[in-house]
Each structure stands twice: as C-alpha cells, then as structure tokens.
C-alpha cells in the first residue's frame, strides 16, 4: 500500500520556517506530507545551483512539489532537474513578466544591494517584506514563521527573487494565486486558479481553501 502514497514536498516562502503549512492537511491514506527547509546560501551560489542542492532533501521519487512565494520560483527551479508528479506554486509568479513594478525597479536599480540589511536586524521588516503590508497589525503573529534572518541568505535570497529571468512558464505548473495578493498583485498574474479573497498569506489563513481542493489539483 505504501507504494501508493504520493509524496508531497512544501518549500515555505522567502526567510520563512516550514511552520506556515502547520494547518494543510491531506488524506494519509493517499498523501505523505514533506516539510522542506531554506539552508544558508553557498557564496556566489547561483538559484539553480541552490536548486540542484535542494534536490538532494527529496527522498522519494515521482513527487508533487509546492512551493510558496519565492519557495515557489525555487520549486519551479527544481523542476528543471527532476521528474516530478505535479509541480504546484502559490503566491508567487511563473515568469519575471508577472514580477510588480517596484520589483522590477529594484532590479534595474540594484537596490538589492543596500536592502537586505536593515531587513536582517528588524523582524518587523523582514516580516511585512515576506508576507506584505498587510500583516502590519499582526507582525507578532507572523514573526513566529520567519527563522531564516541570516543577512547572507538574505541577500542572496532578494536579489535571486528580483532578478530571476525565467521568460517563459513551465509546462504543467500549476499556479494558485489570490486575488488580493499585495505581494505579486493579481492583475499581473495570467493563467492561475483563483482564491477569493486570498493574500499573499493565504497558506496561513485559508488552510481549509487548500486541504478542500489540493488533493483533486494533485490527482487530476
């Protein structure tokens, strides 16, 4: 019967702990859930060399992998190394024509050079940078989801996210994005399942969305 389980590996989004899937929850009769954890960058480590590395945590073969926000440009790098079952991502974007302005501007700008300091000292900032504004009245709630303030990581982390290049989706990704994401908004998203209401945090805060329809998006 083991043979029968489909094993399903979750990347977290930028700076955050495996904790955010806490509440996503699928049939143990058919599913396995695997938590995957951000390591700290190698020096001068490209996003796909990072990826190949990554790939090495994932135990089993014929996988699903999720990944949310920047965990899902990683997951969808995995993807270029790998057979996968299914490759699903949330909260993030498939190509850097989906990236908002202010990201692109940073990118133009190299402003991810002099950023990730500040963010590195001040959860507060880290936190309303990882999840979006709209975390501000529950920053305290929400620091308990970041680990990852290592200032190495974090530099490498901003300047892969704003500067990945891919022009073009991957065949078969499955892209989960919510309508109210202030992150990556949604008027810059093509081609995505739509959750009502979602946020950039709606992995957190619309558990049930997830533990309803994951388990039909991964078998189908």
């Known amino acids: 019967m083991s043979q029968d389980i489909i094993h399903v590996y979750f990347m977290p989004g930028m700076a955050a702990n495996p904790s955010i899937f806490e509440n996503i929850k699928l049939p143990e009769d058919q599913f396995k859930i695997h938590w995957l954890e951000w390591m700290i960058p190698i020096k001068d480590e490209t996003l796909s060399a990072y990826a190949k590395r990554m790939i090495l945590n994932i135990k089993h073969q014929d996988v699903v992998l999720l990944g ?3 965990g899902g440009v990683l997951v969808q790098e995995m993807s270029k190394h790998m057979q996968l079952r299914k490759l699903i991502i949330v909260s993030t974007i498939k190509t850097k024509y989906e990236m908002p302005k202010r990201m692109k501007l940073v990118r133009l700008t190299k402003a991810y050079k002099v950023l990730p300091t500040s963010l590195a000292s001040n959860i507060d900032v880290l936190a309303k940078y990882a999840f979006g504004k ?4 529950r920053v305290a709630l929400y620091k308990r989801y970041l680990s990852m303030s290592d200032k190495r990581y974090l530099d490498w982390a901003i300047k892969e996210m704003v500067c990945w ?3 073009k989706p991957i065949a078969g990704v ?5 309508n109210n ?3 990556f908004p949604y008027k810059n998203i093509k081609n995505c399942i739509t959750v009502t209401e979602g946020t950039h945090i709606m992995i957190i805060n619309k558990y049930r969305w997830f533990n309803k329809n994951l388990p039909q998006l991964i078998l189908q």
Do not use: A, L, R, Y
Request: hydrophobic content about 40%; proline content about 0%.
């Open 68 to 70: 949310v926000s920047f």
């Open 181 to 183: 994401d202030m992150v």
């Open 165 to 167: 290049n891919q022009d």
């Open 134 to 137: 709209s975390v501000t009245k």
């Open 174 to 178: 499955i892209h989960i994005h919510g």
